[in-house]
């Protein structure tokens, strides 16, 4: 089994900037993909932003040129740096990450932006 625990979050004002960790412990054999989703509520879950084992990153359009990921592959860690926050980023964000063929979620966090 693999456990994520994620950290940060909270609530923001617009134009702000969050920081989201998530690290991985237990069972782990390979990392594939790391990544964040979210979900606004009303909503489906929606990809954030991704990034392979070799570094490749895919963003949403709606956060390019606003987020960045990065992963530390010794640590197990992945994390998401967000700026010029707006109300539309509200939503629970949700760790992912694939190990070999399996995908396993983070519990979420809140993240509120206030106009």
């Known amino acids: 089994q693999v456990q994520l625990v994620e950290s940060g979050g909270g609530l923001v004002q617009a134009g702000g900037s969050l920081r989201l960790s998530c690290a991985a412990s237990?069972?782990?054999?390979?990392?594939?993909?790391m990544g964040w989703y979210r979900q606004a509520p009303g909503k489906q879950r929606e990809l954030v932003v991704r990034?392979?084992?070799?570094?490749?990153?895919t963003y949403a359009d709606s956060v390019k040129g606003r987020a960045t990921i990065s992963r530390d592959n010794a640590k197990n860690t992945v994390n998401l740096e967000m700026n010029s926050l707006k109300p539309e980023d509200t939503a629970v964000y949700y760790c992912?990450?694939?190990?070999?063929?399996?995908?396993?979620w983070g519990q979420g966090t809140q993240v509120t932006v206030s106009s």
């Open positions: 992912k990450v694939v190990v070999l063929t399996t995908n396993y």
């Open positions: 237990g069972s782990i054999f390979k990392i594939n993909t």
């Open positions: 990034i392979t084992s070799g570094g490749s990153t």
